[in-house]
């Protein structure tokens, strides 16, 4: 705000004392803007609770020269403790301007919320908080699965409204175009689990073990895992993006305006392609991982392909080969989950779009991992 006179910037100075009927009088002079240090409240406080208490406070403004908000916050800090000591507030020493801004400041009721706390929790209350702030985000996504469940349930009845020609594309889109980069990254993984098992096992001359390393890691943990890694990151971002951007176009809006559920016509032929993809998919990353530990077998380590094979087949069994199946089914449930459950949560804006992608692949990743270390210990339990 401009100040309303214009005179020689003096600094700020508040003098206390009692007029003659007993009345506070505050005596404002200089320039009360913010770029000054403003004189502190605590000469009025002592005032106040002097003997006898003042019932009335008045101004004197005559030797004010400039003024802005500063003022303004000042005599709101006075406004307070007078309301609450129940003492009567004569503003008729004040500038015009001030006793229009206070008044207006009165009228209109503070915003809950409106100030900033700036009290400091202890780090114990912090972790409480953020332990309570979890409970929204876990009951949102126990009521996406929920509702997920009876949208199967309708499918099982042959009830469930959606496109068999969009199910088809999305089974192309999850797993013919996804070959590419799991051949690329379960070959390697292969790969490298033979070079670095090759390079300790020489040292006691059991390099033939190399088969049963990779064919045991492929089939029970790696493929599985990788290859749900890969889809997390490939698959369920295309998902989140897919589904945030028409919730951004307000296209899911318009299919709940039809009387058809979001939930039937986009979420479930994902998780319906994403399901059945997966284990094909995991098969396939096995075969390729075998073969990129029998590429390291056969040249680095002179094995015979026959000695190879036979060594692969005598190690992994059919137990190996169903758990690992299994695995991967699980986690294309958690990848699809993840992915459309963050598209179906996705906001307004472009830029939420592209965060929900994030938070799928993130979220996805984390179940599998999660998923997967629990397998491991039930498996180990069960004694599979």
């Not at 320039?31 to 502190?40: C, G, N, R, T, V």
């Not at 090759?198 to 493929?223: H, K, S």
């Not at 758990?323 to 990848?335: E, R």
Request: hydrophobic share 50%; charged share 15%; aromatic share 6%.
């Amino acid at each position: 705000m401009l100040a309303e006179k214009q005179a020689p910037q003096q600094p700020p100075e508040l003098a206390v004392s009692r007029s003659s009927d007993g009345a506070l009088l505050l005596r404002l002079s200089g320039a009360w803007q913010l770029h000054a240090e403003i004189p502190p409240t605590a000469d009025v406080h002592r005032a106040l609770e002097s003997s006898p208490p003042p019932q009335r406070i008045s101004f004197d403004t005559q030797q004010l020269t400039a003024w802005d908000s500063a003022l303004l916050t000042f005599l709101s800090k006075i406004s307070e403790i007078c309301s609450a000591k129940k003492i009567t507030i004569d503003r008729a020493g004040l500038p015009s301007g001030v006793q229009r801004l206070l008044a207006l400041a009165e009228a209109v009721p503070e915003r809950a919320g409106a100030r900033q706390k700036t009290e400091k929790l202890s780090w114990l209350a912090r972790v409480g908080t953020g332990f309570l702030n979890l409970r929204e985000p876990v009951e949102e996504m126990l009521a996406f699965v929920g509702d997920l469940a009876i949208v199967f349930g309708r499918l099982l009845r042959g009830r469930a409204r959606f496109r068999r020609s969009d199910l088809m594309l999305l089974i192309q889109q999850t797993g013919a175009e996804a070959l590419g980069i799991i051949t690329l990254i379960s070959f390697l993984v292969g790969l490298i689990l033979a070079f670095v098992g090759a390079v300790q096992l020489q040292q006691f001359g059991a390099a033939i073990y190399v088969a049963d390393l990779v064919g045991i890691a492929m089939v029970r943990e790696m493929g599985a895992m990788m290859t749900g890694i890969v889809m997390a990151g490939r698959t369920g971002a295309a998902f989140a993006a897919q589904l945030g951007s028409m919730k951004v176009n307000q296209e899911t809006d318009a299919l709940v305006t039809m009387g058809i559920s979001p939930l039937e016509f986009l979420v479930l032929p994902r998780v319906i392609a994403l399901c059945l993809m997966m284990p094909l998919l995991c098969l396939y990353s096995d075969l390729l991982g075998i073969l990129g530990g029998m590429a390291v077998g056969v040249s680095m380590l002179k094995l015979p392909l026959l000695i190879y094979y036979n060594q692969t087949t005598q190690a992994v069994g059919i137990p190996d080969l169903v758990g690992g199946v299994f695995k991967a089914s699980v986690y294309g449930v958690l990848i699809a989950i993840s992915g459309c459950l963050r598209g179906m949560q996705c906001g307004n804006s472009s830029s939420a779009v592209g965060e929900a992608a994030t938070s799928a692949v993130v979220t996805g990743i984390v179940f599998i991992i999660t998923a997967c270390g629990i397998f491991s210990v039930v498996f180990y339990v069960l004694g599979i």
